[in-house]
Structures are given as structure tokens and as C-alpha cells.
């Protein structure tokens, strides 16, 4: 990939307009392909720029919110429109600046269309229900009011798609929005929010604010003015999110981390499931929320899965993912690296066998890039760090169980429970394991990172606040409902 030498300065976007911080200061932001390429400069804030975007939500929330649902929805069918146009862009400053393979970027950033173009449709369903009053001379329903200014706080594995699912939502139900993408990404969320100030939404109602999470991220959990924090993140952090928003009464709403098993039965069509491992947990260099991390396999099967996972995981390129035979491109910093690689070396102290990758990948021009073999460990226990700590990159633990009952309490033996999937072909074992496996969204024959954006998406225990997003279940959290009486 050739250095770029003049890499475009990127600014807040704050009550309609494109200014800089009022530090004055800039970050790079660096291709993780190549430490050597600044993708752009962007906006190191200060907590006035933050107060500044705000108030400009605030002043604008009284007036969008009286537009009807339906003329929201307009605004975002045209944002839509505009995302669209500008895909191709779009997704490869996605590559460029987080890694992702540039097929990836691309259905990613036509997610967020489809998903702009769902929440439009939103604006013109039924936001509440007619109820009987005891008085039969009196009316009585229920409404939705929006909760006001909500923070968006949003991560670098999905640029595109999880501030739009956030956004979109939030907007739609009479909501004014300030976004704080992650570092890492602040160009590709800058080109996103592009699409909606051609829009034309009225000033103030979306801003972005670039800047560190312990002044921008601290500063929208403690704003008064900001009555909603919905935030995707680490667990780490999501608690500090929900801590602070308790302590001041505003509504937060948590994704947060995953340990996502695939259990592999002796039933099981072994090539399908392969495949749906390696996608699973492979695809995006294992930087998904959803990524599968644990492989349970029955023990009738387990040599036979391990030889053809093992094979597959060889034949897949590493390299730049703007390169059309990449499979997998780099992790998306160095400190993700480094992160991917110590815990790697966690696993063979620990005495898992490493039976493939997990080392920095040299040569073929990719030295200056955060690139790592993707890694396949045998012999893991549930007790070993590896099957229990979320990594966030390319690293599957197999580990072997006798039954399907000792695979779901395998299964289940973590603090995560976003996503799950089985293969098998036994009806018992499908009903056993959807009754069974604590987690927000189990996939049976599917891989476990599949997520579409018209159904309800969040996990249990530690993984969520227990709410959930996408879909109509979005509504929940963006509007309070209001009861109405009415008697003439």
C-alpha cells in the first residue's frame, strides 16, 4: 500500500458545521495495514467543544421533535440515499483505517443503508395502544415521547453499521444525537456523518465530537443535559458507563463483551461447521462482538473436526485487506496486537497445545502492518484464560466433551452470554440448546456472528444491560411511555 503524504485534517461536526477542537491539537489516525500511512488527522476535544455539541442537541430537540415521525423518516431515507452513493468510499476508508478486507467494508456500509432505510419505515408505524378505562366516559392510550439528547459512544470494529443502528433509532423516535466514535476511526465515522449533513437534517440534530474516551466518553456520561447513553464496547468500560449514568439518573443502554461458543455435535454436517468456525471466528480478524472463541466438540467427531479446521485455517491469506485475494486482514492497532499475541502466549503457559499460528506474520511486505496468523489451540480447559477471557481477534479454543448436556455447561461456564450456535442434525439436541444456552441470540446450523438488523439483538448476564438493540425493540430504549387519560 502506497504512504500517503497528505492525509485530509477531519473536523467536529457540532450544530450544522464542520469546526476544529478548540485545542487546536490533532491525532493520527494510522492504517493498522501500514504504520506508515496516516488515513487523516482528526480532532483531539476538549470538554467545551463537547458542552458546545450538546447544547446545540439540546436548543434543537424541542423542534425535531415535533416534526411527525414520518418526516423524520424522510430525512433518513435521504441519508440512506446519500450512504449509498458513497459506499464505495466509504468502505475503503473502512479498510484503510481499521483492516477490515474491503468486501467486508462494503456490506457493512450497505448494512447501514438497509438500516437507515428500515428506521425510516419506523416513523410511520404505531408508537402506542388504545387501553378500556374503567370510565366508560374517558379515553385512555399510551404514547412514546423521546427521552431527548442521547450520547452515542460506538467502537472501531463497526464504523458504519453500529453508530448507524444507534442513530438511526434514536433519531427516527424524535431524539437529537452527539456521536463519539472511537480514535480509530474517526475518518470513516466523519465520512458517515457527511451523508447526513447533505441530508439536511436541521442544525443540532446530529453532532460528532472526536476525542478521548476519559474527556469526550466521561463528559457525555456525566453531561445533565444528556438524558441517554447508549454505548458498544469493552465490559470494562460499560460498567464505568452504566455506573456514572445511574448516579445521575439517565437511561443507558450496554453491549459489551462476548465468549461465543459453537458446539459441534456427533451429528453434526462437519464441513458446514468448519466453515460457519472460521467465519465465525475468524472473519474481521476476529474483532466482532459475536465472533465465535470456543469450538465444543463431541468427542466422536473431535479428531476428525480439529484435521479439516486445522487445514482449512492454513489455506487462509493474511495480508492487506484492500488486496482482492485477502482473506483476513490485520488486527486493528498495535495494541490489538499485542493483546492477540499475549494472550496466545497465556494459552501455552497455560498448557494448551497450540496447534497453529499465533505469531506476527513476517515477510511478504506486511512488516510494517499489525498482521497475526490466525491461531487454533487443542487441549483447552474452561478454567484457562483463553476459554474465558474475551481476546478480540483470531484465536479458536477447542475443547473436547463427551455429551451435549456437558457441552452446554461448557458452554454456559463463562460470565458472557451474547451469542451461540450449534450444528446438528437431531431435533433434541436443537430444543435442549435453545431452552438451555444463556445467550441473547443462538443460531443453530448458522454461524455465531450472524446478526440482521430487523430482529432484536443484546445478551445476558455480563454481555448487556439487558436491553436490547435493532429492530422494533430499538424503541424501548429510545422513548419513554407516556399514558394519556382523556375525559370530555
Not at 450544522?16 to 490533532?26: D, F, L, Q, R, T
Not at 416534526?67 to 449509498?84: C, D, P, Q, T
Not at 437534517?201 to 476525542?211: H, I, K
Not at 463528559?219 to 441517554?228: A, L, M, R, T
Request: with cysteine; proline share 3%; aromatic share 6%.
Amino acid at each position: 500500500m502506497a504512504v500517503t503524504t497528505e492525509a485530509k485534517t477531519y473536523l467536529n461536526y457540532i450544530n450544522g458545521e464542520w469546526v476544529a477542537s478548540s485545542s487546536e491539537e490533532v491525532t493520527k489516525s494510522i492504517s493498522p495495514a501500514n504504520k506508515n500511512e496516516v488515513v487523516g488527522y482528526v480532532q483531539k476535544s476538549t470538554k467545551e467543544d463537547l458542552d458546545k455539541a450538546v447544547a446545540a442537541a439540546k436548543a434543537a430537540q424541542a423542534s425535531w421533535r415535533k416534526l411527525s415521525g414520518a418526516a423524520r423518516g424522510e430525512f433518513l431515507y435521504k441519508v440512506a440515499n446519500i450512504l449509498e452513493k458513497n459506499l464505495d468510499d466509504i468502505a475503503e476508508t473502512m479498510t484503510r483505517e481499521m483492516g477490515k478486507t474491503l468486501p467486508e467494508a462494503k456490506g457493512e456500509t450497505a448494512r447501514g443503508v438497509a438500516i437507515l432505510r428500515y428506521y425510516a419505515g419506523e416513523g410511520l408505524r404505531k408508537v402506542g395502544d388504545v387501553i378500556p378505562s374503567t370510565d366508560s366516559e374517558a379515553l385512555m392510550f399510551t404514547t412514546r415521547a423521546p427521552l431527548g439528547v442521547v450520547g452515542v459512544i460506538t467502537p472501531w470494529n463497526f464504523p458504519v453499521a453500529i453508530p448507524i443502528w444507534k442513530m438511526a433509532p434514536a433519531l427516527v423516535y424524535g431524539n437529537t444525537v452527539v456521536l463519539k466514535p472511537a480514535g480509530e476511526t474517526v475518518v470513516t465515522a466523519a465520512k458517515v456523518i457527511e451523508c447526513f449533513a447533505e441530508a439536511g437534517l436541521p442544525a443540532g440534530v446530529v453532532n460528532m465530537v472526536s476525542g478521548s474516551g476519559s474527556v469526550i466518553g466521561q463528559g457525555i456520561i456525566d453531561h445533565p443535559d444528556v438524558n441517554g447513553i447508549t454505548f458498544t464496547g469493552s465490559d470494562q468500560v460499560g460498567k464505568q458507563v452504566g455506573q456514572g449514568a445511574l448516579a445521575r439518573g439517565a437511561k443507558y443502554q450496554l453491549e459489551m463483551g462476548g465468549k461465543n461458543p459453537v458446539i459441534v455435535a456427533n451429528d453434526a454436517d462437519l464441513d458446514l461447521a468448519v466453515e460457519a468456525t472460521i467465519s465465525g471466528g475468524l472473519r474481521s480478524t476476529g474483532q466482532k462482538c459475536t465472533a465465535t472463541s470456543r469450538v465444543i466438540v463431541q468427542s466422536g467427531v473431535y479428531e476428525e473436526f480439529r484435521e479439516k479446521l486445522v487445514a482449512k485455517v492454513k489455506e487462509l491469506k493474511v495480508g492487506d485487506g484492500l488486496q482482492g485475494d485477502t482473506w483476513m486482514g490485520p488486527c486493528s492497532s498495535e495494541s490489538q496486537l499485542n493483546t492477540v499475541l499475549s494472550y496466545v502466549q497465556k494459552g501455552k503457559e497455560e498448557g494448551a497445545t497450540l496447534l497453529y499460528g499465533g505469531e506476527k506474520v513476517q515477510g511478504a511486505g506486511l512488516e510494517e502492518g499489525f498482521y497475526v496468523q490466525p491461531a487454533v489451540f487443542d487441549n483447552v480447559s474452561s478454567d484457562m484464560a483463553i476459554a474465558q477471557e474475551e481476546i478480540f481477534g483470531p484465536v479458536l479454543a477447542l475443547m473436547k466433551v463427551e455429551t451435549i448436556e456437558e457441552a452446554l455447561q461448557v458452554a454456559n461456564d463463562v460470565k458472557f452470554g451474547l451469542s451461540a450456535s450449534i450444528f446438528t442434525t437431531n431435533i433434541g439436541n436443537m430444543l435442549s440448546f435453545i431452552e438451555d444456552m444463556d445467550a441473547g441470540l443462538v443460531r443453530i446450523n448458522a454461524e455465531s456472528a450472524g446478526v440482521e438488523l430487523q430482529a432484536p439483538f443484546g445478551g445476558m448476564k455480563q454481555s448487556s444491560s439487558h436491553s436490547r438493540e435493532q429492530g422494533q425493540a430499538a424503541i424501548e430504549f429510545f422513548t419513554s411511555i407516556k399514558t394519556v387519560f382523556v375525559k370530555g
